[in-house]
């Protein structure tokens, strides 16, 4: 609610041991310096980040904007998409290219690892969901259904079952030995831009199911899926019931949501906040933080906390 402030670092020199000097302008102080990190205060706000230099950087793997990224279980590949239409297998070590997989048309939005790090699941703009074999790049399922390009994906335990949600406004869950759709768990009428699949606190009324599961559908009781909607809403579904569970609205177009245990989950939307709440009861939040407006575009646990991205 207050004008923003602007500020800029001056380089003056280096120290002998290779640490810059840095000079702030007025109304910013800056603290400690090391090679890998500047730590910026801004005394008036009582704000203070710590800037950190990359580790590693890959600038040889993609052309244009990476899109999505994973890391495989055991730390060893990595896969992403990129607005230069590619979608690759790297290795997470020196960023080598180890594959690249071909088969959708237009953009691939979304990639992820199944556990065994063996597998690759990806959705693209052209609605569909794919499969694909980290061994050979070959294309092991072709999921088809969705209306409209797909945003996102989850993969429920070992990944006999996967998720995945769309721009046409629903929510889908598919059975991989068989490959076909399982369900709508979702019809929201509205993009959805972000899933989560996460294992429901005991307490919680998950709902019961109209009709008796597919003896195809493997691990799906007692989870809760969240959708994180484009028309500001955060809804949780009950992913063996189908059941709607709680309906939360926020400030803005849900972007992203994650879950940090069984009871708390985070949610960000495009105006820049990230939304704590409690499965248990989610009429109010348990804190909404916000760092600046900039759209919260992923977010994933970490730790005893989370790493958020934003599109600052």
């Not at 950087?57 to 992403?80: A, E, M, N, P, Y």
């Not at 809760?224 to 019931?241: F, H, N, T, Y």
């Amino acid at each position: 609610g207050k004008p923003t402030l602007y500020g800029s670092l001056t380089r003056r020199g280096l120290s002998t041991e290779g640490v810059p000097d840095i000079a702030a302008s007025e109304g910013f102080v800056v603290g400690e310096i090391t090679k890998k990190s500047i730590l910026v205060s801004c005394p008036h706000e009582n704000v203070s980040t710590k800037f950190l230099a990359p580790f590693t950087t890959f600038s040889r793997i993609h052309q244009k904007s990476v899109t999505c990224l994973d890391i495989s279980s055991g730390g060893g590949l990595g896969v992403s998409t990129s607005t230069d239409g590619t979608m690759k297998i790297w290795q997470a070590a020196n960023g080598e290219i180890r594959r690249l997989l071909e088969g959708h048309v237009y953009d691939v939005n979304c990639c992820r690892f199944f556990p065994s790090g063996l597998v690759v699941l990806s959705g693209g703009m052209d609605a569909q969901l794919k499969i694909w074999s980290v061994e050979d790049a070959s294309c092991a399922v072709t999921f088809q259904g969705h209306k409209g390009g797909i945003l996102d994906t989850a993969i429920v335990d070992r990944g006999r079952n996967v998720l995945s949600c769309s721009r046409d406004g629903t929510a889908r869950l598919w059975d991989c030995g068989k490959s076909a759709c399982l369900g709508v768990l979702a019809d929201c009428g509205s993009p959805v831009n972000g899933i989560a699949v996460g294992t429901a606190d005991n307490s919680v009324n998950l709902g019961t199911p109209e009709k008796t599961p597919s003896e195809r559908e493997i691990g799906t009781e007692g989870k809760i899926l969240l959708l994180a909607r484009e028309d500001k809403k955060l809804q949780g579904v009950g992913l063996q019931s189908r059941q709607p569970v709680f309906l939360f609205v926020g400030s803005d177009a849900f972007n992203c949501c994650t879950f940090l245990s069984s009871t708390y989950f985070l949610a960000g939307t495009q105006d820049g906040n990230i939304y704590q709440l409690d499965v248990r009861n989610t009429n109010a939040p348990i804190q909404v933080i916000q760092r600046s407006g900039a759209p919260v575009l992923s977010l994933l646990p970490y730790r005893d906390g989370f790493v958020a991205s934003q599109g600052n």
